[in-house]
Every structure is written in C-alpha cells, then in structure tokens.
C-alpha cells in the first residue's frame, strides 16, 4: 500500500472510530453510578475486582480496600495469631483515624506480632506491661480497640504522630538508647507499605 493511501484511510476512521467509542461510552447505561476513587495515607490501595459473572464486553466493577489484605499478608508471612483480626485492626484504625499499619508495626516491635506476649495476655502491644505489672485483656479484639483508643486519645489528640513522638511517651527508656524503638517502628511501616 501506498503511504498517501495509509495517511488518507488514518485521518479519516480515527475520527469515526474515536466519535463511535464515545457515543457508546457516554450512552451506555450503567447498573450502578461510577466511582471516583480518592486515595490518601489512610487507603493508599484499592483492589478492583469484576463484579460480572460473565465475560462481555462491558464489565462492572466494585473496588475493595487492599489494606486488610497487605495486613493479612503480612501477618499470615510471620504467622501471627493477629491474622484472623486483619480486616478489624483496619477498621479499628479508621474508627481511631491511625495509620492503619501502626498497630501492626507496634505488635511486631513489642512481641513479634503475639507470639512473645505475657500468657493469656491477648497484649501483642507491650500495653501496661511494666516490670510484673501486667494489663491483660479478654481476647484480641478487646486489646485491639483499647490500644487504638488509646493511641488516638493519649498520642495522636497530643499531635504524637510520628514514631519519634510516639516513642518518648510509649516507651520512654528507647529514648536514651537513641530511638531503637522508632526505627524498628519506621521499618516495619515500610514493610507494610
């Protein structure tokens, strides 16, 4: 074929082809209305997954949050008893406006995400734990929600936001050891990235 010819049949269906896909895009009608995703520190990732159970040519989707599913990779990777409570240490951090990864880096600093934690304690956090004093609660999901509020209420109101901050109140002592405590914390935030 002749390179005119190419340049001539180019300029003529692009513009058909693309009024054509647009017609059928804008007239189309949808089951449900589209979404506009928003993603911010607190749900930096969501997961779309196809809500049509059969192929065709227009799908429908709905989106999903991922960060209960890199929580739960990451729990089920160290094989922590925390696993089965992904979905609820993110809601849990939503409800207490926290980084949903925090409670999670801080059960891995503290007791490598529960398996080093006081018997029948359920505190993966070292929460209350000084000396012999130790604050046991009945399960996981109680520990869970006391820690959270408790962060949000005695840390974060306090403008505590960052490990650094974070550590001078919740475990003082990693201070003057030169912060081991906020790097491991720092560490383990990345890795849950």
């Not at 159970?53 to 989106?63: E, G, L």
């Not at 949050?65 to 008893?81: C, G, M």
């Not at 951090?93 to 007791?111: C, F, G, N, P, T």
Request: aromatic share 12%; proline share 9%; glycine share 4%.
């Amino acid at each position: 074929m002749s390179k005119p010819f190419l340049l001539i049949s180019f300029f003529t269906l692009t513009p058909v082809v693309l009024i054509t896909s647009a017609y059928i895009l804008y007239t189309q009608p949808f089951s449900t209305p589209p979404q506009v995703l928003s993603l911010s520190t607190q749900n930096p990732a969501v997961i779309a997954t196809s809500t049509d159970p059969a192929p065709s040519t227009f799908a429908s989707f709905s989106v999903r949050d991922a960060r209960p599913v890199i929580i739960r990779r990451y729990l089920h990777e160290y094989d922590s008893p925390l696993e089965p409570h992904s979905e609820y240490l993110v809601e849990i951090s939503d409800k207490y406006l926290l980084d949903y990864r925090l409670l999670v880096a801080i059960a891995q600093q503290e007791s490598n995400l529960c398996k080093k934690i006081p018997a029948d304690s359920h505190n993966c956090w070292g929460f209350g734990i000084y000396g012999d004093k130790v604050t046991r609660f009945d399960n996981y999901p109680q520990a869970i929600e006391t820690v959270a509020s408790t962060l949000k209420k005695n840390y974060i109101d306090h403008g505590l936001n960052t490990p650094e901050e974070i550590m001078a109140k919740y475990t003082p002592p990693s201070v003057e050891k030169g912060g081991p405590w906020a790097k491991a914390i720092s560490q383990f935030l990345s890795d849950l990235q």
